[in-house]
């Protein structure tokens, strides 16, 4: 019998979707026991147990993380990967697409008021490090003075490095997927922190549904993520723009759908036999 470890994420790394992120993790650990899977709820801080053959983890803490890495050099298989999970911390990830050529608003990295770029606005100052945990960690700035005291709330925060991303006008997509088999987009009904207002009601601009899919796979491919989320933005012009990744969202629209998913992924990768 395969031996896996689920991990849950740490509440302070899931702001305001804490009972989404277990519903799902749940459903994951369903489906793998219908498989023949033993699986074990392991916590952050615990050791994993002995001959566990891989880890559905949605954990980003750094102690969690480097007791995986310790466990995939012993040749665990872990999901996410977490190179991909320290790859899809918003500093990490912008960097990635845009050295790739994937589409994204202008931006830039800001440390204070000095390195703000005036033909940037109205634009986001997003916190660069890490995910967001903090309902001001990203804020729409209409103009210099209001991103100057943005900054300033991050650097109260302990945020020392900040980015500037220009507004993009448009519709906002949310969109998830599992590997290469499971792409799934939508308009938003709401958002985490309740922000999608600055974009306002969809106007469902036409867009190719195949080059969102197109875009968004490759950019997971990129982080190294399996299973990932994100934002997009299509203009009126049908351009598309991914302005967030996450890895490991919640999948609350298609919890069910998702976890099939996974756990078909989880089989794949570690040969499970119902």
């Given at each position: 019998?395969?031996?896996?470890?689920?991990?849950?994420?740490?509440?302070?790394?899931?702001?305001?979707?804490?009972?989404?992120?277990?519903a799902l993790l749940e459903c994951i650990i369903a489906r793998l026991s219908e498989c023949g899977a033993d699986v074990a709820v392991v916590g952050e801080e615990e050791e994993l147990p002995a001959d566990t053959q891989a880890v559905c983890s949605m954990s980003r803490t750094t102690g969690t993380l480097e007791?995986?890495?310790?466990?995939?050099?012993?040749?665990?298989?872990?999901?996410?990967?977490?190179?991909?999970?320290?790859?899809?911390?918003?500093?990490?990830?912008?960097?990635?697409?845009?050295?790739?050529?994937?589409?994204?608003?202008?931006?830039?990295?800001?440390?204070?008021?000095?390195?703000?770029?005036?033909?940037?606005?109205?634009?986001?100052?997003?916190?660069?490090?890490?995910?967001?945990?903090?309902?001001?960690?990203?804020?729409?700035?209409?103009?210099?003075?209001?991103?100057?005291?943005?900054?300033?709330?991050?650097?109260k925060r302990g945020t020392t490095d900040s980015i500037q991303m220009q507004h993009c006008p448009g519709d906002l997509i949310k969109f998830y997927g599992v590997g290469s088999k499971l792409f799934y987009h939508c308009y938003p009904e709401n958002t985490k922190f309740g922000k999608e207002e600055i974009n306002g009601a969809p106007q469902h601009y036409s867009f190719d549904t195949a080059v969102l899919?197109?875009?968004?796979?490759?950019?997971?491919?990129?982080?190294?993520?399996?299973?990932?989320?994100?934002?997009?933005?299509v203009t009126r012009e049908g351009d598309i723009y991914i302005i967030d990744i996450n890895d490991f969202p919640s999948f609350?629209?298609?919890?069910?759908?998702?976890?099939?998913?996974?756990?078909?992924?989880?089989?794949?990768?570690?040969?499970?036999?119902?």
């Open positions: 019998m395969t031996k896996i470890a689920a991990i849950a994420r740490n509440p302070i790394n899931s702001p305001n979707m804490t009972v989404n992120d277990a007791r995986l890495r310790r466990a995939e050099e012993q040749g665990v298989v872990v999901i996410n990967p977490t190179t991909a999970v320290k790859n899809s911390s918003r500093e990490c990830f912008m960097t990635i697409l845009h050295n790739n050529g994937i589409p994204q608003p202008s931006f830039c990295f800001v440390k204070d008021a000095k390195e703000i770029d005036n033909e940037l606005f109205p634009c986001w100052i997003k916190k660069a490090q890490g995910w967001s945990c903090h309902k001001d960690d990203v804020c729409y700035a209409e103009n210099r003075q209001e991103a100057i005291a943005i900054i300033e709330q991050h650097t899919r197109e875009i968004a796979q490759k950019a997971a491919r990129l982080i190294g993520l399996d299973i990932y989320g994100g934002d997009a933005i609350t629209a298609i919890r069910e759908i998702a976890a099939l998913e996974i756990a078909g992924l989880i089989k794949e990768k570690t040969r499970l036999q119902k």
